[in-house]
């Protein structure tokens, strides 16, 4: 997975973030929220991440990030190792915050509400030292709160006062205040009506750039993730199942659990959207604390053979730059 003509901004390798659940007195179970994800973000490049709830997207993104405290694996920013579990390095994340932010999927939970807009944007400039003087700290949280398209005079305000897109831009000030180069947007518009939607996701293309931003986007919505990125990540149960550029993903999908997501996105053309056919998966998703062996699509995947249940796959390229991790594509 990789591509010697661009700079990789970001990369993990074989991460893993488990959670420790206390099954009895005795014994201690293991929730495998990420498992074995090897992913590259190239600089400038917005990458989707997609899969339905539960499946491990937002867990991967704060993992990246070192909010939870990675398994195993290896996180790489900019070519520098800046954790990595076989060599038991982790280096201070401090000078990194600068670098890496997070737009949070809730705004008015990630807001505190005892604290105006300016205070809000202002505490990241404070904690990193950013602009000593008082006009100048001043003149910069009005510069941020203009570039995400909300007035000055906002920031003597609380958050409650305005709308869940507004709140959603006063997050988005938040993160670039640093001037960060690569964000995590975490469900970014997943809260928000409709009619804002569209707004948002065109702001935060404009602010790719003008400032030269890499983003990690995760969302539901493959509409909107087709929309806003260079490549397409899909998850499942933990496990990275397919990448791939956006319109080949679209055009041509690969694993079958792709194949079902895609299936389930409306057709703008009424007429071909009532006669299109759509893949229903049977039975649940299998519980993160107890995933089956193999392939972890094997319980749900109509193609499911006994290799499947038995041995996981890697994800490999099946074309340039089309890559899958299922048996049956690589038999």
Do not use: W
């Amino acid at each position: 997975m990789s591509d010697t003509g661009r700079k990789v901004m970001v990369e993990t390798q074989k991460l893993r973030k488990y959670y420790a659940v206390k099954a009895s007195a005795f014994r201690t179970d293991y929730v495998q929220a990420v498992q074995d994800v090897s992913l590259h973000i190239y600089e400038g490049e917005t990458l989707g991440l997609v899969g339905e709830s539960g499946c491990g997207k937002t867990t991967y993104g704060r993992t990246l990030l070192q909010l939870y405290q990675p398994t195993s694996g290896r996180i790489l920013y900019d070519g520098q190792v800046i954790f990595d579990s076989e060599n038991k390095v982790r280096v201070n994340m401090k000078p990194y915050r600068r670098k890496m932010q997070l737009i949070f999927q809730d705004p008015s939970a990630s807001l505190d509400p005892r604290m105006t807009v300016g205070e809000i944007v202002g505490e990241a400039l404070d904690i990193h030292k950013l602009y000593q003087g008082k006009e100048t700290r001043s003149d910069r949280i009005r510069e941020l709160l203009t570039l995400v398209g909300l007035n000055t005079e906002h920031a003597n305000r609380f958050p409650h006062e305005f709308s869940g897109g507004q709140q959603q831009r006063i997050g988005i000030a938040r993160a670039l205040a640093v001037e960060p180069q690569f964000i995590v947007c975490d469900e970014p518009i997943s809260a928000l009506d409709v009619s804002i939607q569209s707004q948002v996701v065109n702001m935060l293309e404009d602010l790719q750039e003008k400032i030269g931003l890499t983003y990690l986007f995760i969302a539901h919505d493959l509409s909107v993730v087709r929309h806003i990125s260079n490549r397409i990540g899909v998850m499942y149960l933990g496990c990275l199942v397919e990448l791939a550029e956006s319109f080949e993903l679209c055009a041509h999908p690969i694993h079958p659990y792709a194949k079902t997501l895609l299936s389930a996105v409306p057709l703008t053309d009424p007429e071909k959207n009532r006669h299109r056919q759509r893949i229903l998966l049977e039975g649940d998703i299998p519980s993160p604390l107890n995933p089956p062996s193999g392939c972890r699509f094997h319980t749900r995947c109509p193609y499911a053979t006994d290799r499947c249940s038995q041995e996981m796959p890697e994800l490999k390229e099946c074309s340039p730059g089309h890559f899958a991790a299922c048996h049956q594509i690589q038999a």
